[in-house]
């Protein structure tokens, strides 16, 4: 239904073709060249899930100190609210300068920008595991590894799934605009900017609508990954 009312309203209402391209344009780009998106769309699938888990891995580590000291917390949450309200543009020249372009700069962008969402997840997770588990565990002598990883990890998960669905979508756009940027060629960014260079709308609209398939498949995947993780949490459980 959304197809068909994009197809009509661009065609009734005769939308400028450099507003707007009707779905039918867009669809006949992707069918001459199916192959190259294909490949851009696993670079760019590439940039967004090694960010992703880099991210990940280190706000496991951060967030179990931060959430182990409300000092730190506080003394932290300023920094993380900064990485996240400054735009990219305004500092990835400088991460590109310094990396020297490439793959490793859209890690380092995608991994950045995710960072403080794991993060806040990881400590409200950690924290959310509840009061007498923890003073169970303490009556049977447990260790702090074992507790972690037993208690406050599980209890975590739930907010850092939900922090994932959010992270998916920043980390794609931030792989999108990093490829664009980054001294390479590779990507559905680097298509686009191409695109945009040579005021190619119908090549610069199949990217963005393959970017937006490639996040409906990776948020599809976090889905089922969350099911499987969480079977055995109430928020899985059908009525």
Known sequence: VFVVAWEALVRLLDVP????????????????SPDVYLDAAL???RHTLVGLTISLLAAVVVGGVLAASRLLE????PVLVLILVT????????IVIWLDGGD???YFLVAFVTF?????????????????????FTSVDAGRWEVLWRLRMPS?????FAAAR?????????????????????GLGAIGVRAINFNDGDVLWAAIVTTALLGVALLMMLTVAERLVLSWHVSQRSA
Request: proline share 6%; charged share 10%; glycine share 8%.
């Open 17 to 32: 073709p450099f507003i707007l391209r009707a779905p039918s344009q867009i669809a006949r780009a992707l069918a001459d």
């Open 116 to 136: 403080p969402g794991f993060t806040f997840a990881m400590v409200a997770g950690f924290r959310s595991a509840d009061a007498n588990a923890r003073e169970l």
């Open 156 to 160: 975590a998960l739930p907010t850092l």
């Open 43 to 45: 670079v760019t699938a």
């Open 166 to 186: 959010f992270n998916v979508g920043l980390g794609l756009a931030a792989a999108y605009f990093a490829e664009g940027g980054n001294l390479t060629n590779d």
């Open 74 to 77: 506080e003394a932290a949450q």
């Open 104 to 106: 490793a700069s859209a």
């Open 87 to 94: 735009p990219w543009v305004a500092y990835f020249t400088s």
